[in-house]
């Protein structure tokens, strides 16, 4: 157990709505991902967070934006959704005593119709 | 460009017998890299670990094996276990900050 609860677990949206996924976690871990898993692709980062206010993108950050006010938060947000964001969005913690290894929460699936 | 590639998108093997999955990387200065198993509608695990400093690393009946010199890393289930079957993904880092992540491997252990 990562101690990572994702928010909404499952979610289907209208093309063009906003959408916000939720990472929550309860180590007081300083960095936090988000990556999608699309068949063919595998998984790939979508923008990561190395602490409060402190964020980067990853390869495939266009059309999301990430928020990170606190710790134990990190907010994936699609500001205007579109069918090819039909994915499952996994976020990953890293802990600090073993700073080499991400672990994962139990996912996010959003359709967009 | 992907960065590391799982060129078998899949691989049978029967109970009690060697699995073998693959990983191929281009980025030399990857010097960490991992392996994580997923089942359907669960979240990646982490399974094992190596780094560049070493050629193998073994915990249980997983052993990962880094080829630096042809950049691959296999990882060997001796002996494989109808619970095994689930998607193997290989992972590669150079500073601990961005993780790249291969397309994954279904394996099907054959009872």
């Known amino acids: 157990d990562a101690g990572i609860t994702q928010s909404p677990r499952h979610k289907v949206t209208e093309t063009g709505t906003p959408v916000t996924l939720r990472c929550h976690q309860t180590?007081?871990?300083?960095?936090m991902y988000w990556y999608r898993q699309d068949p063919g692709h595998g998984l790939r980062l979508i923008h990561y967070?190395?602490?409060?206010?402190?964020?980067d993108k990853g390869e495939v950050s266009d059309g999301y934006s990430v928020s990170r006010s606190k710790t134990e938060d990190f907010l994936l947000t699609l500001e205007s959704a579109t069918s090819s964001q039909t994915s499952v969005y996994f976020c990953?913690?890293?802990?600090?005593?073993?700073?080499?290894?991400?672990?994962f929460g139990e996912g996010s699936w959003l359709t967009v119709v | 460009d992907q960065q590391v590639k799982q060129n078998s998108p899949s691989l049978s093997v029967q109970e009690g017998r060697i699995s073998i999955l693959n990983c191929d990387y281009t980025n030399s200065m990857f010097d960490y890299f991992l392996w994580y198993k997923k089942y359907p509608a669960e979240g990646p695990t982490f399974l094992i670990s190596?780094?560049?400093?070493?050629d193998k690393n073994e915990d249980g009946r997983f052993t990962v094996f880094l080829n630096k010199s042809a950049k691959h890393l296999s990882l060997h289930i001796v002996p494989s276990q109808p619970g095994d079957s689930a998607v193997y993904f290989c992972a590669a880092t150079n500073t601990g900050n961005q993780f790249y992540f291969g397309t994954g491997t279904s394996l099907t252990v054959i009872p």
């Open positions: 990953a913690i890293r802990r600090q005593w073993n700073g080499n290894t991400i672990y």
């Open positions: 190596i780094s560049s400093i070493k």
């Open positions: 180590e007081n871990h300083r960095y």
């Open positions: 967070s190395y602490g409060v206010k402190d964020t």
